[in-house]
């Protein structure tokens, strides 16, 4: 029952190596995806920041404002530190019931954590592999460009406020160069799958 960590920058290309492990049969645990239902409207999390950020975070309809948050915290290592300290532990809680739910399900699930915040927040958890999604700098701006529009200059402090590709690498059993063609992705993940399938 390998618990796998799945890492890497914004735009690195780990989604493209999570949706071939899940083609190939992982189960994936989506950390962004739990993130936001731990923060569904009405939830005690939604609640706790709001009383640390102010009530116009959430909109009309109840759910998080994001961009109103994001602006919040944008740059202030103090007040990012606090909606860690609200955020993380709760995340933590879903993500190890997920765990156990898929192991439930199938005790030889391959269960692979999607999370890019792993050196900031999970690199100590007793991951059976971290694996590492790593491309260059100067492709991560030009994905950003081409497929989600920001411009170079908000591309750049994108990246800028992540921890560094180095930081990633390190903790990396496995690192994968999504930097090339798909099928040179797909290569190596399919490489990746052969050593943590079930046997």
Request: net charge negative; proline share 4%.
């Amino acid at each position: 029952m390998p618990l796998i960590a799945l890492t890497g920058g914004i735009a690195s290309g780990k989604s493209t190596i999570a949706a071939r492990l899940a083609e190939h049969g992982a189960v994936i645990v989506d950390a962004d995806r739990i993130v936001r239902d731990v923060q569904a409207p009405g939830s005690p999390v939604l609640a706790a920041i709001a009383a640390a950020f102010g009530d116009d975070v959430i909109a009309e309809d109840g759910s998080l404002q994001r961009g109103v948050l994001g602006a919040r915290v944008f740059g202030d290592q103090e007040r990012l530190a606090q909606l860690n300290a609200i955020v993380h532990p709760a995340v933590r809680e879903e993500s190890a019931r997920r765990f156990a739910a898929a192991f439930a399900a199938d005790a030889d699930a391959v269960v692979v954590y999607d999370v890019p915040l792993l050196v900031e927040a999970r690199v100590d958890d007793p991951w059976e592999l971290v694996v590492v999604a790593d491309a260059p700098a100067e492709v991560r701006v030009r994905r950003l460009v081409e497929l989600r529009g920001l411009t170079a200059d908000e591309a750049r402090a994108r990246l800028a406020s992540q921890v560094s590709d180095a930081e990633r690498r390190a903790v990396g059993d496995v690192v994968i160069d999504t930097s090339g063609a798909l099928e040179r992705t797909h290569e190596q993940t399919d490489a990746l799958w052969e050593r943590i399938r079930p046997r």
